[in-house]
């Protein structure tokens, strides 16, 4: 590779950092805010203190968790756009748990995350079904179930688990402390989560790296015809990788009600769904890549929190941030191809 | 008593189902060109804000919808470069732009969350409001209502009765002919999919400016996905399409009337059925569930009804078009 070669790909490499910098200028602009300051305080608000590291990592958990989940699906050729309702599937499964079964953290831990992942499967399931056996696209089976388990949420939290004083819609009454995840000392931040994620990042890994069903799931991605051309139970892979992923945002679930919040609340699942969709494009659908997007994601997020208290923005920001510079890496690649081609041609 | 509540009702979902109506033509236009608009959610949510934004500060509604018209044709354009010059996944950036632009209109519009705004006016016509029921269901309306049912004839004859229409599903069904015959295939992409967001745009404003007026966070949330929904129940087709946005308005409509009427029903239920409706109408027009209750007609009325019921996508959509 000559010199000038290396310096193109570099250019190429910054590009959509660069577009994304100047779309998100311009917005700042646009609402009469100072540009430098409100990224000074998205840093500041992400890094200036042990705990606020620590609260990156928090958001960063079932961001990873979500994201390699996702892998499967993308990597079957699935536009799985109900991450977010198998997470609150998670949610309402794990919550039944802790306020019904009165058992040890060390048994009542382990059962919230069983049910956790068992309602999100479920969940993940039920459009998976809908798109292998009833035709209808992912995305519209995954986004109007995302609709549904939301309401769903809201409603169990209204009625059968309304808190016993005051009916508001703040949320469930805190859990018992067996259902809580133990927590670093002054911090919001579980070693428990951390590790799932992890765990969670290195098996996909494996599996989609070094097994024949990540093998034949990647093929089913190139092309699902040829696929089952050679033998392989398309069905069958598609509806199992739609569980796999379920699974993994109803522990990502399981984390933010027991880790984060400690009851079940309204907004519990806060677009982290649709978030790690975002990640897992931008991370090259590959494991090794979701672990550092998912943390600028969180950073964002985090940072974002402190633009509202010091400058009165919407925290929205930091979505704004994020999508431009997906949007900005698309279409940095699609110049690229479109450069070489004229190159050769 | 009882015709005087029908009539209410009817008059009500049709002025309620307009945006999903002009939503829903944009996207057919888009989509019968090859290109699936998918951002719709989030396109009608930043030009329903902007939309109500330029009216607020302005003053003035018609400048709200230019800005809203816009915004929409912007989004549509950027799914145009990408997919058509760049050869990008339309549903990626699709997806993408869906996120990004409820971003934007939730951080722009903070200023404008919950203040009273200007409005489309009412504008009953005269004479033709006075004819009994008719007049009271379709001439009570404001001016969007009635464009919306013009729009409808508009692009039903724009598309199946005119030389520029059979260019436009050439472009959409069997690209490679249409260059044959010298149609330049990649130009309209680019404008019906501009058009077809324009349209998008109207939509926006239409809920910010008259259907559910004012602008606060995640204002249009989810109408963007149905009017795609309603894109594909109604085949491509836009009389059908209009009557998949209409149904919708009934149901939902009657939905909000069973709930006075049952105050059992938990509230949430009536929140969560569009989405239960949205997946079970694509349930009904996509393979299995249609093709079982066809077997339940008689065999002679089983191909009528099947051609009346069948939907197929234009053959060349969401495919990009490559000269040699």
């Not at chain 2, 926006?204 to 929904?229: F, Q």
Request: glycine fraction near 12%.
């Amino acid at each position: 590779m000559t010199y000038s070669q290396r310096l193109v790909n570099l250019l190429l490499g910054l590009a959509p950092v660069a577009l994304a910098l100047m779309l998100s200028t311009l917005v700042l602009i646009a609402a009469g805010a100072p540009p430098l300051e409100a990224y000074k305080h998205l840093l500041q608000g992400a890094s200036e203190s042990p705990a606020k590291i620590a609260d990156v990592l928090v958001v960063w958990v079932p961001l990873a968790l979500c994201s390699a989940g996702l892998l499967f699906t993308f990597t079957a050729g699935l536009w799985n756009i109900g991450v977010e309702g198998q997470i609150i599937f998670g949610v309402i499964f794990a919550t039944w748990v802790a306020r019904n079964l009165y058992l040890p953290a060390t048994l009542l831990i382990p059962l919230m995350i069983v049910g956790g992942m068992i309602g999100g499967a479920l969940w993940g399931l039920l459009a998976g079904t809908l798109k292998v056996y009833g035709g209808v696209h992912e995305i519209f089976a995954g986004l109007g179930l995302n609709f549904i388990a939301i309401t769903t949420n809201i409603w169990l939290i209204a009625k059968p688990w309304r808190p016993d004083l005051g009916a508001t819609m703040q949320g469930t009454d805190p859990f018992p402390a067996a259902a809580w995840l133990p927590r670093l000392a002054g911090l919001r931040l579980s070693p428990v989560s951390l590790l799932l994620a992890t765990m969670a990042l290195v098996v996909v890994f494996f599996i989609l790296r070094g097994t024949l069903w990540g093998l034949q799931l990647k093929a089913i991605g190139k092309n699902a015809r040829s696929a089952y051309l050679l033998g392989i139970a398309t069905n069958r892979h598609v509806l199992l990788s739609f569980a796999l992923c379920g699974a993994l945002a109803g522990v990502a679930g399981v984390v933010q009600v027991s880790g984060v919040w400690g009851r079940n609340i309204p907004q519990i699942s806060g677009g982290i769904g649709y978030l790690s969709l975002l990640v897992a494009m931008l991370s090259g659908f590959r494991a090794l890549g979701v672990a550092p997007v998912a943390l600028f994601f969180a950073a964002l997020g985090v940072g974002a929190a402190r633009l509202h208290l010091r400058m009165q923005l919407d925290p929205s920001l930091a979505g704004v941030l994020g999508a431009g510079l997906v949007l900005s890496v698309l279409l940095v690649a699609g110049l690229r191809t479109r450069l070489l081609i004229s190159r050769e041609g | 008593m009882e015709i005087t509540l029908l009539i209410r009702i009817l008059s009500s979902v049709l002025a309620n189902s307009s945006p999903l109506v002009i939503a829903a033509m944009g996207e057919t236009i888009s989509e019968r060109a090859g290109v699936i608009n998918l951002s719709l959610d989030g396109s009608i949510m930043l030009s329903a804000m902007s939309g109500f934004a330029v009216a607020y500060l302005t003053g003035n509604v018609v400048l709200g919808f230019l800005a809203a018209m816009m915004v929409g044709a912007l989004m549509a354009l950027v799914i145009a470069f990408a997919s058509i010059t760049l050869h990008q996944d339309q549903v990626a950036v699709g997806f993408v732009l869906t996120l990004l632009g409820a971003e934007l209109a939730n951080f722009l519009g903070e200023p404008f969350v919950r203040r009273p705004g200007p409005r489309v006016p009412y504008m009953p016509i005269p004479l033709l409001r006075d004819i009994p029921v008719v007049g009271e269901i379709f001439f009570r309306q404001d001016i969007l209502v009635y464009a919306s049912i013009v729009l409808i004839v508009v692009v039903w004859f724009w598309i199946f009765k005119t030389q520029a229409g059979l260019r436009l599903r050439g472009v959409g069904e069997r690209p490679e002919a249409a260059f044959a015959r010298g149609v330049s295939v990649n130009r309209l992409r680019y404008l019906y999919t501009v058009v077809g967001g324009a349209l998008v745009g109207i939509a926006g404003a239409a809920y910010s400016l008259s259907v559910k007026l004012g602008w606060s966070e995640g204002h249009t949330l989810g109408n963007g996905w149905i009017a795609l929904a309603i894109v594909i129940f109604g085949g491509w087709h836009p009389f059908r399409v209009a009557f998949g946005a209409y149904l919708f308005g009934v149901l939902i409509s009657l939905g909000g009337i069973l709930q006075r009427s049952i105050p059992g029903v938990p509230t949430q239920v009536f929140q969560a059925a569009p989405f239960a409706l949205m997946i079970l109408v694509l349930l009904f027009v996509s393979g299995g569930a249609l093709e079982r209750l066809l077997s339940l007609f008689p065999p002679r009325m089983r191909r009528v009804v099947g051609d009346a019921l069948r939907v197929a996508p234009p053959s060349a959509l969401a495919r990009p078009f490559v000269t040699e």
